[in-house]
């Protein structure tokens, strides 16, 4: 199993940056893929997630209105399309799998329920 994370870097506030997650090794179609992120000495924290068939998203509060979350499964491919990008937005974000029997998708703080996680890619915001 394999997730594997790309498109971070370095961007001034209010720049825009797309994040990409490649799945391997599973049945992805089963699968809601969340992005998380994580800053030392806090705890991983959900971004956004989208469901199985990818018509179904969601963001946390924050990211409303900035953040789009895209699927493809016909690649494996999840992406995280980050628009107005703010100094707190900086952190590590990481891809997660998580298994669904039901449509929709949702994520807590730690990440439970995801199952496969990707080693992350860093996104800095610079003010």
């Known amino acids: 199993v394999q997730l594997v994370e790309s498109g971070g870097g370095l961007v001034q506030a209010g720049g825009s940056l797309t994040l990409s997650c490649v799945a391997s090794g599973f049945t992805f179609t089963d699968y809601a893929i969340a992005w998380f992120r994580q800053v030392p000495g806090n705890e991983r924290e959900g971004v956004s997630c989208?469901?199985?068939?990818?018509?179904?998203?969601y963001h946390r509060d924050s990211v409303k209105g900035r953040f789009t979350i895209t699927r493809d499964n016909a690649n494996n491919k999840v992406n995280l399309i980050m628009t107005n990008l703010q100094p707190e937005d900086t952190a590590v974000y990481y891809c997660a799998a998580g298994y669904r029997r039901l449509l929709g998708c949702s994520f807590r703080t730690g990440g439970p329920g995801y199952s496969y996680w990707g080693h992350g890619t860093q996104v800095t915001v610079s003010s």
């Open positions: 989208i469901s199985t068939n990818g018509l179904v998203p």
